[in-house]
Nanobody, 120 residues
Framework: QVQLVESGGGLVQAGGSLRLSCAAS????????MGWFRQAPGKEREFVAA????????NYADSVKGRFTISRDNAKNTVYLQMNSLKPEDTAVYYC?????????????WGQGTQVTVSS
């Protein structure tokens, strides 16, 4: 079992910044990567960013490239999402999730989500 707890969401004005955290516990040593996803009201959940635990390789959705940065602290089993130059369209519930292996692209454990609201 893996438990994921997000924090750091809130209300911010357009152009502002927030840093989200995702603390992982449980059988995290068997994890390959962690990802951030988001879901806005009335929309489907979408991929935001991902990072591998060992190499720290990252990838991003085009909509957030250059504005968001994903990072991890292996000692703390924590993944971060630094969000800069926020836009109203970034408003969503943000979730972190665990990807178990490199040969399966699915994410099997999810956090409860944290709300990010960007006002114009």
């Amino acid at each position: 079992q893996v438990q994921l707890v997000e924090s750091g969401g809130g209300l911010v004005q357009a152009g502002g910044s927030l840093r989200l955290s995702c603390a992982a516990s449980g059988r995290t040593f068997s994890s390959y990567a962690m990802g951030w996803f988001r879901q806005a009201p009335g929309k489907e959940r979408e991929f935001v960013a991902a990072i591998t635990w060992l190499a720290g390789s990252t990838n991003y959705a085009d909509s957030v490239k250059g504005r968001f940065t994903i990072s991890r602290d292996n000692a703390k089993n924590t993944v971060y999402l630094q969000m800069n130059s926020l836009k109203p369209e970034d408003t969503a519930v943000y979730y972190c999730a665990r990807r178990a292996t490199p040969w399966d692209s699915s994410y099997d454990y999810w956090g409860q989500g944290t709300q990010v609201t960007v006002s114009s």
